[in-house]
């Protein structure tokens, strides 16, 4: 499970292959430290360790390695596997033999050159994906290892693979591998995914775990439409959806276009949806339906007793943390407005009203519980941001106001009483009632 989280602003930089893709806090528009201080070499991050990993014994005249080659090669692999610099100061302390027992390790399990493997890999996937006849089996093979490489491999590796168009391969392959029946030999037990679509989006998820990845992603014209499409489609495992969805979060704060990519692959998305599937959600016609799909699995249920349960709990926590992210992290006031009156209109607020309560009753401590306390949190968050944008732009028209009372050519009892009097005329038809609300709105949003 992967409660507690929440999302605003853009990501600072993460620090070396080994970053984790968190979603910062919303409350506070910054995003959450990363690793604390380690204590001893058992408080490093076991990827960082494993990335230094075991190799062969090493030959004579590696072993006679002078004290200097071995400080300077020692430097590099610490820059390599991306260790912060408190860590990088703790390992540097180790004894000189010690240190020329790992830099040999790590270049026995290297073997070949970075260059090498990227390309050997991204010719086999290519043909693997490519091929009408190929076994299932051979190309998640393949892809599975490449997770691993690009989760454990050294920060090179994964600039070598981004510069060599690794990401146009993977979102090809993904592509390729989309539809309902791609999505059936996907397949959940506990909180493995399997299937060659699944693995496709965990190496992008290990991508997406530095910077480099992230920003490639962000700037790749096809990227976020695959994610969206892996998010959106009710024929994907719920746990599938769910990294989709946090890989959105991820991505959509990510500047200069990550937010405005996302919005338009949400929308291209959705709108290959038929209406008659989304028949919970009251959007209107003319209204744009980039966060239909997603107010629908928010009102979907199962019963907690199902296979499924906490997996969907889980996917609609990641859903409601990227609502969060895409309606606070833009700057314009305007642009942040306008997005949340869309999910209000389509009931945000009591579909997770709604789904808070349904989940009342989980015992203490237990996952569904977790979900609940964030669920709760992450609706406390939308509403709180709703009222500070509010008070905003308030203050913006008690300025406008007082300047209009001065003008002969304003009569404000005339403009209250129109609003007014469509407000009533709007209250019999939900409809109408929210199209006055965006008209309101968009007034509001004017200079």
């Excluded at 029946?181 to 530095?210: I, Y």
């Excluded at 945000?348 to 309560?357: H, P, Y």
């Excluded at 007014?420 to 109408?432: F, G, H, L």
């Amino acid at each position: 499970m992967r409660w507690g989280r929440s999302a605003s602003r853009p990501p600072a930089e993460a620090e070396g292959t080994h970053a984790r893709v968190t979603a910062p806090d919303a409350t506070t528009g910054n995003r959450a430290g990363r690793h604390r201080g380690a204590k001893s070499l058992g408080d490093l991050p076991q990827a960082s360790v494993g990335a230094i990993g075991r190799g062969e014994g090493p030959t004579a005249s590696e072993a006679l390695l002078s004290e200097k080659e071995v400080e300077v090669q020692f430097g590099e692999l610490l820059l390599s596997v991306g260790l912060s610099a408190e860590k990088q100061e703790l390992m540097n302390q180790l004894p000189v033999n010690k240190k020329r027992e790992m830099v040999l390790q790590q270049r026995a399990k290297l073997g070949g050159s970075a260059d090498t493997v990227v390309a050997s890999s991204l010719d086999a996937l290519e043909a693997l994906s490519r091929s009408s006849d190929v076994l299932a089996s051979d190309l998640e093979r393949e892809l599975q290892t490449l997770e691993v490489q690009l989760r454990t491999r050294p920060l090179d590796f994964v600039k070598d693979f981004i510069q060599k168009r690794g990401l146009d391969v993977l979102v090809g392959v993904l592509e390729r591998l989309g539809g309902a029946a791609a999505a059936a030999s996907s397949s959940v037990g506990g909180c493995e995914l399997t299937g060659a679509a699944a693995l496709c989006v965990r190496c992008l998820k290990a991508l997406l775990n530095n910077t480099h990845g992230l920003q490639g992603m962000a700037a790749h014209p096809r990227g976020a439409q695959v994610l969206a499409a892996a998010c959106l489609s009710p024929a994907r495992p719920p746990r599938l959806r769910a990294l989709a969805a946090d890989m959105l979060t991820a991505v959509c704060l990510v500047p200069p276009h990550g937010h405005s990519r996302v919005l338009d692959a949400l929308e291209t998305t959705a709108n290959a949806v038929p209406r008659a599937h989304v028949p919970d959600v009251a959007g209107q016609a003319d209204a744009p339906r980039r966060f239909e799909v997603l107010l629908a699995f928010l009102r979907e249920r199962i019963d907690s007793q199902d296979d499924q349960f906490d997996a969907l709990v889980d996917f609609q926590v990641s859903v409601t943390v990227l609502a969060n992210a895409l309606v606070n992290s833009p700057e314009a006031i305007e642009t942040r407005v306008s997005l949340r009156g869309e999910l209000c209109d389509l009931g945000l607020g009591a579909a997770l009203d709604s789904l808070v309560t349904a989940l009342a009753p989980a015992p203490p401590r237990s996952d569904a519980a977790e979900a609940r306390d964030a669920l709760a949190r992450q609706a406390g968050i939308f509403r709180e941001q709703m009222v500070a944008d509010f008070e905003l732009l308030a203050a913006g028209t008690a300025s406008a106001a007082d300047a209009e009372s001065r003008s002969p050519l304003c009569d404000r009892s005339t403009s209250e009483q129109v609003f007014a009097a469509a407000a009533a005329a709007a209250a019999d038809s939900p409809e109408c009632a929210a199209c006055v609300r965006r008209i309101a709105r968009a007034l509001l949003l004017v200079p």
